[in-house]
């Protein structure tokens, strides 16, 4: 048996799961934010819980990854264009992971929210939801494939979306002088409107992250 061609269908196969574990993250967070946000917008808790059970498999699959890269790091010395992406993924995992949690936060502050007097400014969540969805449906795509020129077009609107998450939570921060009465859930909104922006703030540092993951490979 030829001991290199082993060695690589090994490597390659390690490289494999290791992009697998990290895609399944990549749409579980995706759809994290999905459930929690429906939660809230359509004042239900069942999507809201999913979100929040669904947390544990996101923790589970960064492991996973961790464990992945560790092992194609340890045991097969890869050269510089898959290192970059094996420390590419597993800072990636790291991310993913706390894009999750704050999808919690999300959904947890939704359920909440939902017990109290609806506040109609909770609606203004919704324009700024869809274009994050939007973004993060296409960061997700392009790092499937480590699609540098498709990640390095996403940055202007990245920009753009984390300036708009700011602007909602700054709206939310100046509702108390109209909601003395209703003060916490006041507070649960500026929660929201602050994980919303640390989730787009996530997309600005994974599509980063990627394009390092791709280098010179594609220049």
């Known amino acids: 048996m030829n001991h290199d061609a ?19 993250m990549a749409y579980k967070a995706q759809s994290a934010l999905d459930l929690a946000v429906a939660g809230l917008l359509q004042q239900d808790e069942d999507p809201a819980n999913q979100a929040i059970a669904d947390d544990e498999e996101l ?15 340890a045991f097969f010395s890869p050269v510089a264009s898959d290192l970059r992406v094996v420390l590419a993924s597993i800072r990636l995992s790291a991310i993913y992971e706390r894009m999750g949690d704050e ?15 609806r506040l109609r400014e909770a609606g203004l969540v919704e324009p700024v939801y869809r274009e994050l969805a939007e973004q993060f449906r296409a960061v997700n795509k392009a790092v499937s494939s480590w699609d540098a020129p498709a990640l390095a077009s996403l940055a202007p609107g990245l920009a753009s979306l984390a300036e708009k998450t700011g602007t909602l939570t700054e709206t939310f921060a100046r509702l108390p002088e109209h909601y003395r009465d209703n003060l916490a859930s006041v507070a649960d909104l500026i929660f929201i409107g602050r994980s919303l922006e640390r989730v787009a703030e996530g997309l600005q540092k994974v ?8 280098g010179p490979r594609q220049s």
């Open 6 to 24: 082993h060695t690589l269908r090994e490597f390659d196969a390690a490289l494999t799961s290791l992009n697998t574990y990290l895609l399944q």
């Open 59 to 73: 923790d589970e699959l960064e492991m996973a990854v961790d464990r992945e890269g560790m092992h194609l790091l």
């Open 103 to 117: 999808s919690v936060t999300i959904a947890k502050r939704a359920n909440k929210l939902n017990k109290r007097p």
């Open 207 to 214: 599509a980063a992250e990627a394009l390092y993951g791709v």
